[in-house]
C-alpha cells in the first residue's frame, strides 16, 4: 500500500570537477571542505560524487575519505577492494558512493559503459526500514549516441536482476527536461521518473545534467539544485539533491 508514511531518503548528486573549482586550482581540501559545510547536510542518505577519482590511469583517489565518513556519519561504500576501480581508487571511474548507516547493503555490482571516455556505473541494492531498493549512481557521456548505448548496457543489466525500486544518481549530460531517447522507457524497459532542475553551469544554471530519478511506485520531491558560495568556487556543477519516497514490498526472486 502507497501512504505518505512510506520511508525517504534524502540523496544528493554532485560532479566535483576532480577538485578543480572556477578558478582553475585543483584543491581536494577545498573540495571537502564545502562538501562537509554546503552539500552533504545533516539528513543526508545516499552521496553519489562523480570525478571523484582522478581522470588517468591508476584512477587514485584524491578526497580524505576518513574525513568525510567521520564529520558525515555515513559510509563509504566502496571499502571492498572489489567495488574499487583498482587498489588506489577510492571509487569506480569516479564514482564514489556514501550511505547511511541505517542503510543494508546486500549486493553490489560495478559495470563497465562503452564510449570514447571510459564510463561506469554501481550498481548497489539495498534495504532502509523495510523497503528494498536499488540505486544506480553513473556519470553518462556528452554525446547523446553513447549516452543510449550506456543506459542500453545499464537497461540490459536490470531486465536481469530481481525486481526492486531503482534510483539512478548522477551527472546523465542530459540537457532535455524529458530525458531523451537515453532515458526511454523503450529502451530501458520501464520508467524512470523525477522532476529536472537546472544544475550547470554553476554560476548560473540553465542545463539539468544532474539527474535523481526512481521507478514507480517510488517518487521523486522536493527536487533542487544546491547553492552556496564554495559550490559556486569548488566545482562547474551545482549539487543536486532530492527526497526519494520508497514505496513497495519485499523483492521478487530474479531470473
Do not use: Y
Request: aromatic residues 4%; proline residues 8%.
Amino acid at each position: 500500500m502507497n501512504t505518505d508514511t512510506d520511508p525517504t531518503l534524502t540523496c544528493v548528486s554532485w560532479n566535483i570537477h576532480r577538485g578543480k573549482g572556477n578558478d582553475g586550482r585543483v584543491d581536494p581540501v577545498r573540495t571537502a571542505d564545502v562538501l562537509l559545510s554546503e552539500v552533504a547536510l545533516p539528513g543526508t542518505g545516499i552521496l553519489v560524487l562523480q570525478e571523484a577519482d582522478e581522470d588517468v590511469r591508476p584512477h587514485r583517489g584524491f578526497l580524505d575519505i576518513p574525513r568525510i565518513e567521520a564529520a558525515t556519519g555515513l559510509r563509504h561504500a566502496h571499502a571492498a577492494l572489489h567495488l574499487r576501480w583498482g587498489p588506489e581508487s577510492h571509487g569506480f571511474l569516479g564514482i564514489i558512493l556514501f550511505m547511511a548507516p541505517d542503510i543494508q547493503i546486500e549486493d553490489a555490482v560495478l559495470l563497465d559503459l562503452p564510449g570514447h571516455c571510459h564510463r561506469g556505473a554501481v550498481v548497489i541494492d539495498a534495504m532502509h526500514h523495510g523497503r528494498p531498493f536499488r540505486v544506480i549512481g553513473t556519470h553518462l557521456s556528452l554525446g547523446q549516441p553513447a549516452r543510449i548505448a550506456q543506459m542500453r548496457v545499464i537497461g540490459q543489466h536490470l531486465r536481469r536482476r530481481s525486481d526492486r525500486q531503482t534510483v539512478l544518481i548522477g551527472d546523465l549530460n542530459e540537457w532535455r527536461p524529458w530525458g531523451g531517447l537515453a532515458l526511454s522507457p523503450r529502451l530501458l524497459g520501464q520508467a524512470l521518473l523525477g522532476p529536472a532542475c537546472p544544475s550547470f553551469p554553476v554560476g548560473r544554471p540553465f542545463l539539468p545534467l544532474d539527474r535523481i530519478l526512481t521507478t514507480a511506485p517510488g517518487r521523486v520531491e522536493d527536487m533542487r539544485a544546491l547553492d552556496g558560495p564554495g559550490i559556486r568556487a569548488a566545482s562547474d556543477h551545482r549539487p543536486v539533491a532530492a527526497n526519494v519516497r520508497l514505496r513497495g514490498s519485499a523483492p521478487s526472486d530474479g531470473a
